[in-house]
């Protein structure tokens, strides 16, 4: 089991910022690709961001790209997302997930363990 666990969701108008973090308790990322994603009501949930740990390679969707970042900090164990020039499209529910084989996957069913999830809501 890789218990996540998120937080720093909240409310934000167009245009602000916010960070995501994402943390494990008492274990390492090292050897997994941890990955953002996100559910607005109604939809399926769908890739944001994602890191393969081991060699800090990121990759984004295509919706995110030059406004989202993905990053690490291998002391805490933690993963963040920092999102800038926010969008009312944003709005949703973001999770945390991790996988164990490594690889670069996109798809939800890909990852084996997930967090509880964390909203945000940006206001036009």
């Known amino acids: 089991q890789v218990p996540l666990v998120e937080s720093g969701g909240g409310l934000v108008q167009a245009g602000g910022s916010l960070r995501l973090s994402c943390a494990a308790s008492?274990?390492?990322?090292?050897?997994?690709?941890m990955a953002w994603f996100r559910q607005a009501p109604g939809k399926e949930r769908d890739f944001v961001a994602g890191?393969?740990?081991?060699?800090?390679?990121?990759y984004y969707a295509d919706s995110v790209k030059g406004r989202f970042t993905i990053s690490g900090e291998n002391s805490k164990n933690t993963v963040f997302l920092q999102m800038n020039s926010l969008k009312p499209e944003d709005t949703a529910v973001y999770y945390c997930?991790?996988?164990?084989?490594?690889?670069?996957?996109?798809?939800?069913?890909?990852?084996?363990?997930w967090g509880q999830g964390t909203q945000v809501t940006v206001s036009s």
């Open positions: 008492g274990r390492t990322f090292s050897g997994y690709t």
């Open positions: 890191m393969r740990w081991s060699t800090g390679y990121t």
């Open positions: 997930a991790a996988d164990g084989s490594g690889w670069s996957h996109r798809i939800p069913s890909e990852y084996d363990y």
